[in-house]
């Protein structure tokens, strides 16, 4: 069983950046698709960023792609979620998730996060205006 711990959350001015760090134990990463979602008050957690095994897929949801971008570094047991030009709309609660599903080597996980089975508990990101 992987186990998932988030860090890099925090207060930020709109149009500023941040970047999320997702740090595995338990098991390597390499075998499972890793992604961030992203979660507001009253709202349905959302795929915000995908990436598949080995990092040749990825997924950015249209809200944000463009500004942030998911890597990853099998070597180290980390994912990344780097966040540039931050607006109000950026603040949800992120989560790291992973899963051992696979559709493929371009597989980069489900848009559905029910059917991920592994997740960290989440670091705030708040905007300021």
């Known amino acids: 069983q992987v186990h998932l711990v988030e860090s890099g959350g925090g207060l930020v001015q709109a149009g500023g950046a941040l970047r999320l760090t997702c740090v595995a134990s338990?098991?390597?990463?390499?075998?499972?698709?890793m992604g961030w979602f992203r979660q507001a008050p009253g709202k349905e957690r959302e795929a915000a960023a995908k990436i598949s095994r080995i990092g040749i897929s990825t997924y950015h949801a249209v809200s944000v792609e463009g500004r942030f971008t998911i890597s990853r570094d099998n070597a180290k047991n980390m994912m990344y979620l780097q966040m540039n030009s931050l607006n109000l709309d950026d603040t949800p609660v992120y989560y790291c998730?992973?899963?051992?599903?696979?559709?493929?080597?371009?597989?980069?996980?489900?848009?559905?996060?029910?059917?991920?089975?592994?997740w960290g508990p989440g670091p705030q990101v708040t905007v300021s205006s």
């Open positions: 998730a992973a899963d051992l599903h696979t559709e493929g080597p371009y597989y980069s996980g489900s848009f559905d996060s029910s059917d991920w089975a592994y």
């Open positions: 338990g098991r390597t990463i390499n075998m499972y698709n």
